[in-house]
């Protein structure tokens, strides 16, 4: 009788346990800090995607640990840049996340791209290093990322804007039962991200004509956006570090654009900038394009842009020494 009773409860509650895996929510992985905190804004009240680098890691060269490997083995949605930034993703991917949809998204809707600059060209007038440009035409990494276009897209308010309706977009086709908060939620954020916008001008205003350079070339999205006066790049390649040439030529950079900082990020090694401004007026700031430092989350993105405005405007606001 007991046995019966319990086969009965069992069948009962079979359908139960189905019909509530069949509306579980999408397992989001998301690559870096960023993009993980305009998913988090995204899927607000539904769930919470997972943050696979915190932003210290380089995103060329990585190993995954046990919990990595088994955030993306049970993920439905991989949220990235592409494989020419998450480089260290390749075979991972492939053999743990073969059920996940994958998304590039420098490829959603409404994202503006801007191709590469050729700093020598636009900045210095000078045409020295053909064997770099020679690499990059041959189809090499150019700045240690593949292809024609500049994949920092989300250091641009108007990209994260159209990088959470993407999101929202991609989370409805998984999870249709909650589609209409996805797009609420991103209706929300667009709006926040619109207001970002305008404290933003209003914290660069005073500095936007004033030059600087910076360790990489990672920051068009931001400078196109806010009018920023972008000189140069310390290196040119993130895997090579600059040699005594280049540091010479960032030096000449500096003297003749009156560049007042060069903005070293605390990934890299802040000797280099050190070495590259001696013997000249510039100063020297930290910014940081992933945003290493910050608590992740729905906020880290704000506090991210609002960090950076503020580290240039306090290195570029000071006088040359």
């Not at 890691?57 to 020419?84: C, G, M």
């Amino acid at each position: 009788m007991h046995v019966r009773s319990a086969a009965i409860l069992i069948a009962l509650l079979l359908p139960v346990a189905t019909f509530s895996s069949a509306f579980a929510q999408p397992r989001v992985v998301a690559t870096i800090p960023p993009i993980h905190s305009l998913a988090t804004l995204v899927m607000d009240g539904v769930g919470s995607p997972r943050l696979l680098l915190t932003g210290s890691e380089s995103p060329h060269k990585y190993t995954l640990k046990p919990s990595q490997s088994r955030a993306l083995a049970e993920a439905d949605i991989v949220l990235r840049i592409d494989e020419s930034f998450e480089t260290f993703m390749k075979k991972p991917l492939r053999a743990l996340a073969g059920r996940a949809t994958v998304v590039d998204l420098p490829e959603a809707p409404g994202v503006k791209l801007l191709k590469w600059q050729d700093e020598h060209d636009d900045h210095d007038g000078h045409k020295d290093h053909d064997d770099h440009k020679e690499k990059a035409h041959k189809g090499d990494d150019h700045h240690d990322h593949g292809g024609e276009h500049d994949i920092h897209i989300w250091l641009h308010t108007e990209n994260a804007v159209a990088l959470v309706k993407a999101i929202a977009g991609i989370l409805s086709e998984k999870d249709a039962a909650n589609s209409a908060r996805y797009k609420a939620n991103a209706d929300r954020a667009s709006v926040r991200l619109r207001s970002l916008k305008r404290e933003l001008e209003g914290i660069l205003q005073p500095v936007k004509n004033l030059p600087f350079m910076t360790f990489h070339d990672a920051w068009q999205y931001f400078n196109a956006e806010f009018g920023m006066k972008y000189v140069g790049a310390l290196t040119l390649n993130q895997g090579k570090e600059p040699g005594a040439r280049r540091i010479t030529e960032v030096r000449n950079t500096i003297r003749k654009s009156g560049a007042r900082c060069l903005f070293a990020e605390p990934q890299f090694p802040a000797a280099l900038a050190k070495v590259a401004v001696r013997g000249t007026t510039a100063k020297i700031g930290v910014i940081d394009p992933v945003g290493a430092n910050l608590s992740p989350g729905s906020d880290l993105y704000f506090d991210l842009m609002r960090q950076t405005a503020k580290a240039m405007t306090s290195c570029l606001g000071r006088s040359g020494g």
